[in-house]
Structure formats: structure tokens, C-alpha cells
């Protein structure tokens, strides 16, 4: 089980900070996966995050203004959004090891 938090509603131009936790295995060992589903819109992958953390790789759409990172002691994996914009306007999910997340909605408008 993942349980996701951090969510709501900013205005553009403004800053979310996502988290995702497991519960009932280790993340240490786990390369981490952000996606994001926009209403009439397919799930599109935009970060993602190897297990030691050294390798990170993100969607044009959000590079620049979206950070992953872990912390590994604190069990959780993070998604810093900045400079966000209408169109990122979605729900965002975390996966790893075959596992799904609730989502957590994210809705930037003025």
C-alpha cells in the first residue's frame, strides 16, 4: 500500500510539495515512479527515481520546474512542483513495486 498526501488547490505560479510513503515493505531498494492522470487524459509518467536515488529522469512537460527526491530514512518519496500551471492540473499517483497509490488531486487555477 502507498498513502499519498500533499495535494489541493494553488494558484499559478505557486509550489506543491507531493509525498508518497509505503506501507509494509521497504522502500530503500525500490526505484519510485510519479504519474499524473488530467480528466479525458491518458496516465502520463513524469519522474522517476532509482533506488540509491542517482539516477533521475523527468517529462519535458514538467523539467525545470518539478524535483524528485527520498529520503530513504524517513521511508517517503517526495515530488517538489513549482511555477505550476493550469495544464498541470491533474491527479498524481506514486507506484513502485507493482503498487498503486490512491492519488492525490492537484488543481492549479486562479
Known amino acids: 500500500q502507498l498513502v499519498e498526501s500533499g495535494g489541493g488547490l494553488v494558484q499559478p505560479g505557486g509550489s506543491l510539495r507531493l509525498s508518497c510513503t509505503p506501507s509494509g515493505f521497504t522502500l530503500k531498494y525500490l526505484a519510485v515512479a510519479w504519474f499524473r492522470q488530467a480528466p479525458g487524459k491518458e496516465r502520463e509518467a513524469i519522474s522517476c527515481?532509482?533506488?540509491?536515488?542517482?539516477?533521475?529522469n523527468y517529462a519535458d512537460s514538467v523539467k525545470g520546474r518539478f524535483t524528485i527526491s527520498r529520503d530513504n530514512a524517513k521511508k517517503t518519496v517526495y515530488l517538489q512542483m513549482n511555477s505550476l500551471k493550469p495544464e498541470d492540473t491533474a491527479v498524481y499517483y506514486c507506484t513502485m513495486n507493482g503498487y498503486w497509490g490512491q492519488g492525490t488531486q492537484v488543481t492549479v487555477s486562479s
Open positions: 527515481i532509482s533506488n540509491s536515488g542517482g539516477s533521475i
